[in-house]
């Protein structure tokens, strides 16, 4: 079972304030070239997320939500725009020191085992190899008992909790998650979303991509839908429901997607 642990990590960089803006998204644009012209992306993606909030960006495949993450992260640069983390801009410092990151398709080395996975991440992230980190992490995600079972031997789900573990090194205050639930039992899903809930009542920052919209309602405080590159609603899912008179967050969300005039 998934459980918050109060020595999970340590701090990469100090808490302030719930209610501050942590992360400004302002007319990010993403072009790319192919052999059959260019292909946008990301289309003036402008948003802020709020220290201690929970934010879904929902939308259909393509729409560009990993590419926002990508963006994000520092693992691609944008054609336009500028994405602010905590005052400063970063094309100009590394956030992946600072962020707890699970991305879309995690794949660990496999020659590794558990525990000396989230050794070398727990390291990365400032924390050293310290025992009860270690431990800690890996109680979080009800991976204590696999702790020296090779990663390539590992089912999709026990690889995701490993994932969520290695996200969760250092205790970052910030967590970017793509589809952060994928691959796991019903039962894994929910233990995962309670342990995500806690973290949020705990005042951290979490931004998610997901196509579980039972899960978006149970974590967001507001959501983003994006729609081929741009971004049609931003607000909590009391006022999406609201703007289309409906009391079904996937009867909004069809209609939402299908309505879209580009």
Not at 61 to 86: C, D, H, R, Y
Not at 167 to 182: I, N, Y
Not at 208 to 221: A, K, T, Y
């Amino acid at each position: 079972m998934f459980s918050v642990n109060p020595g999970i990590g340590c701090k990469i960089f100090l808490t302030m304030g719930n209610g501050s803006i942590i992360l400004k998204i302002d007319s990010l644009s993403k072009i790319y070239k192919s052999r059959h012209g260019e292909i946008n992306a990301l289309n003036k993606l402008s948003f802020k997320i709020k220290r201690g909030e929970v934010m879904g960006l929902l939308g259909p495949n393509g729409a560009g939500k990993t590419t926002a993450v990508k963006l994000i992260m520092g693992f691609m640069a944008p054609s336009n725009g500028e994405i602010v983390f905590q005052g400063q801009n970063l094309l100009m410092t590394d956030p992946r020191k600072q962020f707890g990151y699970l991305p879309e398709n995690f794949r660990p080395n496999p020659n590794l085992t558990v525990r000396e996975y989230i050794t070398i991440q727990s390291r990365l992230a400032g924390c050293g190899k310290k025992k009860n980190i270690i431990n800690s992490l890996l109680y979080a995600v009800g991976m204590d008992r696999f702790k020296n079972r090779r990663i390539s031997d590992l089912s999709k789900g026990m690889g995701q909790r490993l994932g969520l573990a290695q996200a969760f090194a250092g205790d970052p205050d910030f967590l970017v998650m793509d589809e952060p639930t994928s691959g796991l039992d019903p039962i894994g899903r929910n233990q995962a979303i309670d342990l995500l809930l806690e973290m949020k009542n705990s005042g951290k920052t979490i931004f998610f991509c997901s196509h579980n919209l039972s899960e978006v309602e149970r974590l967001c405080d507001r959501i983003g839908i994006l729609v081929e590159g741009r971004l049609k609603f931003i607000g909590s899912v009391a006022d999406f429901l609201k703007k289309w008179s409906a009391t079904d967050l996937d009867e909004s969300f069809r209609k939402e997607v299908m309505c879209s005039p580009f």
